[in-house]
């Protein structure tokens, strides 16, 4: 039997951050079938206000060779998860949002080729005060105790013991180590007492339960703390060896990074036919009426100093790093 090729990421956020799995920065991608699987750590967005964007979203992420499934993160669309049909999947329960995209719910474990994956979503907003009530916030964010319970009679049906733990937010220990307050009780205070604390919680599972590595997102950073692996834009996979995953070569980054001389990035702008403005480079059907662009080779027209090459590298760069996911979209 084919083993599954297991992937693991962190924050997608809709649009903003699902470059990195594109056919340019998520190579090994484009060899993958939709038996294997690739998960994102929370904050997905695919399912936010139901409307078109969310469509788009769903069918860019699900025309993607391989299957996607993630447990929620804050930044979520709540109320709309039941709209959509409930199933099991490899032995979790999931929201089926596609053919080939699921929503794992809190506290479910997922079976694959005899590896155990749990997982539990959810995680404070660091941004509540600028977001509105059951508009772009909600309290769901947060578990409950019935969440919690669910979670421990599944552990405790496998002897405590998984392989893999899938989390958003992280354990109170580790929420510390990264320099945040442990999520202090004043932040209590915007939900209803049924809410727990999802540090506290994490904190709890990560005590009772023996597991290989944990995976989480939430911090908008790469890095790892013991066997806890936060992720933003690093891509690992499933593998035997002693951590239980390799790190893969993070496209992004080695994109971003690059730097050119005001001839090679002119020649680059000419030869790609591209169009700049203040905050963008790209083709010209990506501007408009309102967003009026100037050809890239008349940029250089003028002189151009070194702070003004740099910023029009980092757009450059940013545009290529786009680029297969703008072409599919």
């Known amino acids: 039997m084919k083993q599954h090729r297991v992937f693991v990421t962190g924050d997608v956020h809709g649009w903003h951050n699902i470059d990195k799995l594109n056919s340019d920065n998520f190579p090994v991608g484009n060899t993958l079938t939709k038996e294997d699987i690739v998960i994102i750590c929370g904050d997905a967005g695919f399912v936010w206000d139901g409307e078109a964007a969310d469509r788009r979203k769903i069918h860019w992420i699900s025309s993607r060779p391989f299957t996607t499934v993630y447990c929620d993160g804050n930044h979520e669309g709540f109320p709309l998860f039941d709209q959509y049909e409930k199933v099991e999947f490899h032995g979790a329960q999931a929201h089926?949002?596609?053919?080939?995209?699921?929503?794992?719910?809190?506290?479910?474990?997922?079976?694959?080729?005899?590896?155990?994956?749990?997982?539990?979503?959810?995680?404070?907003?660091?941004?509540?005060?600028?977001?509105?009530?059951?508009?772009?916030?909600?309290?769901?964010?947060?578990?409950?105790?019935?969440?919690?319970?669910?979670?421990?009679?599944?552990?405790?049906?496998?002897?405590?013991?998984?392989?893999?733990?899938?989390?958003?937010?992280?354990?109170?220990?580790?929420?510390?180590?990264?320099?945040?307050?442990?999520?202090?009780?004043?932040?209590?205070?915007?939900?209803?007492?049924?809410?727990?604390?999802?540090?506290?919680?994490?904190?709890?599972?990560?005590?009772?339960?023996?597991?290989?590595?944990?995976?989480?997102?939430?911090?908008?950073?790469?890095?790892?703390?013991?066997?806890?692996?936060?992720?933003?834009d690093d891509i690992v996979e499933i593998s035997d060896n002693e951590d239980g995953y390799i790190m893969l070569e993070n496209y992004v980054r080695k994109t971003m990074s690059r730097v050119f001389t005001r001839e090679e990035l002119k020649q680059r702008l000419i030869e790609e036919d591209l169009y700049i403005n203040y905050n963008k480079i790209g083709t010209w059907k990506q501007f408009g009426v309102r967003d009026p662009a100037l050809k890239g080779r008349e940029f250089f027209d003028v002189p151009v100093t070194e702070n003004e090459l740099r910023y029009v590298t980092d757009l450059y760069n940013w545009y290529t790093v786009k680029k297969a996911t703008e072409d599919v979209c």
């Open 96 to 232: 089926k949002i596609s053919d080939s995209l699921y929503h794992i719910r809190r506290g479910e474990i997922m079976e694959l080729d005899g590896r155990k994956y749990f997982f539990f979503g959810g995680a404070f907003s660091h941004d509540r005060e600028y977001r509105t009530k059951d508009y772009d916030w909600f309290m769901e964010e947060l578990p409950v105790q019935s969440e919690y319970d669910h979670a421990l009679d599944r552990l405790a049906a496998n002897d405590f013991k998984v392989d893999y733990i899938i989390t958003h937010d992280v354990p109170l220990k580790y929420n510390l180590r990264m320099g945040y307050h442990g999520v202090s009780p004043y932040m209590m205070e915007n939900y209803d007492k049924s809410f727990l604390n999802i540090c506290a919680v994490l904190q709890n599972i990560h005590e009772m339960t023996s597991y290989t590595a944990w995976f989480a997102g939430h911090y908008h950073v790469n890095e790892r703390l013991d066997r806890l692996q936060v992720l933003l």
